[in-house]
């Protein structure tokens, strides 16, 4: 059945949303996950207060052609893997709602506004009990090997990157705690071990710095507290309200990518160490963390509301479309971001530069119905308390952290190992 004629394009070349959904017999959300994986390419023409966006049909035609030779059953199981589709995994953790994520039946908006501290995240996320009163954790002393090596990485900080300290820090602490056996008959647990890694990769922060090196947790200092002083700024009451909400609303979000590579890992047995750090690698990616760090120059590098718009309509002219915007999850615009953004606008004073910035937000929104991400929310909140450059991706993923290490736990209580099918379809690549 053929749309209207007022919903078709004049060019033949391209197709509008309802056509090209029509013809993929796909849903909305689908065509959108389509474009974002680069499969399908999208011209954005702004008409007044509207955005239309036209679809190339050669690339429609492409995965049209594709779909036809599968079986029903493979385009089931393929659908899964995607937004969109059918649930594979049972989790208690996290649940995603149109007002934003829930964890262990907790509004996490309601926790970062509360002010709650990183570490009641993490204990309620891995546990299920709540925590009333504020809790520092234990410091355990690091190794004397591992502090060796962590010091040395100081070297390589201007060459890479705050996941590559993330994830070899990680594995080199992994290494100096021994097997497996030798942790547990030491008395140590998963939860301990992990309460460790989150302290041990906090002191990577260090290497964003002007120091550029590693920073241990001090005795008797919060996780918010140690990441400030790490960056070099002084952890003031208001500092660490923002850093707590940031790290809170980024904690867990289901069944993302990183969250499932740990997972993977956790089914195979490997230790809590080796999971994370497959997931540091994983959100590493420039769909994900990386993300942050290409805001980082869009925002830095245009100074007003009209430039910032001009580079995204761009972006979406040529069918790039700027990472960091319009969840697939929630086409109304992602909640955690709606309230990190609502929380820095009540605590941070207003400058030239925040204000240019909330301004394009919005203007964004209602004129092209694009809608920030949380790794938008956190951008500005690098660039509101002059965090430096690379900040903002840091933070995404370590408070990911808590996340993935409730998802290896989960996981291993399962005592399944995860291993998909692939539905083979021959040679054909989409590419070609």
Request: glycine share 6%.
């Amino acid at each position: 059945m053929q749309p209207p004629h007022s919903e078709r394009s004049a060019d033949t070349d391209c197709l509008t949303r309802a056509e090209a959904t029509a013809l993929l017999g796909i849903k909305a959300e689908t065509l959108y996950t389509y474009v974002s994986r680069g499969w399908i390419r999208r011209l954005t023409q702004p008409e007044g207060n509207q955005k239309q966006s036209l679809y190339f049909r050669e690339d429609i035609e492409k995965i049209r052609a594709r779909s036809d030779a599968r079986r029903k059953e493979g385009v089931v199981a393929a659908g899964a893997m995607q937004y969109g589709g059918k649930p594979v995994i049972a989790t208690a953790i996290t649940e995603i709602t149109a007002a934003g994520q829930r964890y262990r039946n907790r509004s996490a908006n309601d926790l970062a506004i509360s002010g709650v501290p990183f570490e009641a995240i993490a204990e309620l996320l891995w546990s299920g009990i709540w925590l009333d009163e504020p809790v520092i954790w234990k410091l355990d002393p690091l190794p004397a090997e591992f502090l060796q090596m962590a010091n040395s990485l100081s070297s390589l900080a201007a060459h890479g990157n705050i996941h590559d300290m993330f994830s070899m820090t990680a594995l080199a602490l992994g290494m100096s705690r021994g097997s497996l056996v030798e942790r547990i008959k030491q008395g140590e647990t998963l939860v301990s071990n992990a309460r460790q890694l989150i302290q041990a990769t906090a002191g990577c922060f260090g290497f964003l710095s002007g120091k550029r090196a590693y920073r241990p947790v001090a005795q008797d200092e919060s996780i918010a507290e140690a990441l400030l002083r790490g960056l070099g700024l002084d952890p003031a009451p208001q500092r660490l309200r923002l850093v707590n909400a940031a790290l809170t609303l980024s904690a867990d979000h289901e069944l993302n990518p990183a969250a499932f590579a740990a997972r993977i890992a956790a089914s195979s047995e490997a230790d809590l160490h080796s999971c994370i750090v497959a997931a540091i690698c994983t959100h590493s990616g420039d769909l994900t963390a990386r993300a942050c760090d290409r805001l980082e120059e869009l925002f830095g590098g245009a100074a007003t509301k009209a430039e910032l718009l001009q580079q995204m309509i761009a972006l979406e002219t040529s069918a790039q479309a700027l990472s960091g915007f319009s969840h697939p999850l929630y086409p109304k615009g992602d909640p955690r971001a709606h309230c990190l953004l609502r929380i820095i606008r009540e605590t941070v004073p207003p400058t030239r530069k925040l204000d240019e910035i909330y301004d394009f937000l919005d203007e964004a929104a209602s004129r092209l119905h694009v809608y920030p991400r949380i790794n938008v929310a956190i951008v500005v909140l690098r660039i509101a308390l002059e965090l430096p450059a690379g900040s903002a991706a840091g933070i995404y993923t370590f408070g990911r952290t808590a996340g993935w290490v409730a998802h290896v736990m989960e996981q291993r209580l399962t005592g399944l190992l995860i291993r998909p099918r692939a539905k083979y379809v021959g040679s054909t690549d989409l590419a070609d």
